[in-house]
């Protein structure tokens, strides 16, 4: 079974300009998270979808960053237009739909976006 | 608000040796506490989880952990680290609500590397 799956694993782009992130959940988990990591700082929640929609966006640093996730199967990270301090590590994570019990959330692998 | 302290950045252990990451943290009530790896050009995975009950955990990989109330900690312990253990590691903490509970505060990650 594939895991959740990250692409580009590595973005460079100009200030201004406009990038997106695409993570593709594991097969039939309902829920998907956003986290953002900077560097040298924590990793930090940025939103939360349950199959396509938003459950919780609080997390969301400003309205230059656009979640979508129709269908309810890949999602997209959309920033625009990008500043300096969005550089960093975006990290998607998927998990089955709750029941009852805590299911575990399984993490892609990252994309390293630096804007210069 | 929520928070999680990691107070060692790197650590540096000699294979074979004992190894142990602390981990505090500041919540409202006793939440949902992970340790997490993330190994070079890997996703993070999870190492171990408290709920409740048995105040000391076993993971995966030979890894334990103790909640400790009394001192809001939740240290990561292994009794013989293989040179394979280098990696960075992040405790989190998550609420004990329905809906998920993978909404996750992290802290800033010990980095650890282990000499030969």
């Known amino acids: 079974e594939a895991g959740v799956t990250q692409f580009p694993s590595h973005s460079v782009i100009e200030k201004g300009q406009t990038v997106t992130l695409r993570c593709d959940p594991i097969?039939?988990?309902?829920?998907l998270y956003w986290y953002r990591r900077v560097m040298g700082k924590e990793i930090k929640f940025l939103l939360h979808f349950v199959k396509e929609s938003k459950q919780d966006e609080s997390g969301m640093p400003n309205n230059r960053f656009l979640a979508e996730r129709t269908g309810g199967t890949y999602s997209t990270l959309k920033v625009q237009p990008a500043e300096l301090e969005d550089s960093g590590v975006y990290f998607c994570?998927?998990?089955?739909?709750?029941?009852?019990?805590?299911?575990?959330?399984?993490f892609g692998q990252g994309t390293r976006l630096t804007v210069v | 608000a929520q928070s999680v302290t990691q107070p060692d950045i790197h650590i540096t252990v000699s294979e074979g040796a004992s190894l142990e990451l602390r981990c505090n943290y500041s919540?409202?009530?006793?939440?949902?506490l992970f340790w997490y790896v993330q190994s070079p050009g890997q996703g993070l995975q999870l190492l171990l989880k408290?709920?409740?009950?048995?105040?000391l955990v076993q993971g995966i990989k030979g890894f334990e952990a103790e909640f400790k109330r009394s001192q809001s900690s939740f240290n990561l312990r292994k009794p013989s680290v293989h040179w394979s253990d280098a990696a960075e590691y992040f405790c989190?903490?998550?609420?004990?609500?329905?809906?998920?509970?993978?909404?996750?505060?992290f802290g800033t990650g010990t980095q650890l590397k282990v000499e030969l």
């Open positions: 994570a998927s998990s089955q739909e709750w029941t009852g019990r805590w299911t575990e959330a399984f």
């Open positions: 097969s039939g988990h309902d829920n």
């Open positions: 989190a903490v998550g609420p004990i609500l329905t809906g998920g509970g993978n909404k996750l505060t």
């Open positions: 919540y409202g009530a006793t939440p949902y």
């Open positions: 408290y709920f409740s009950g048995d105040t």
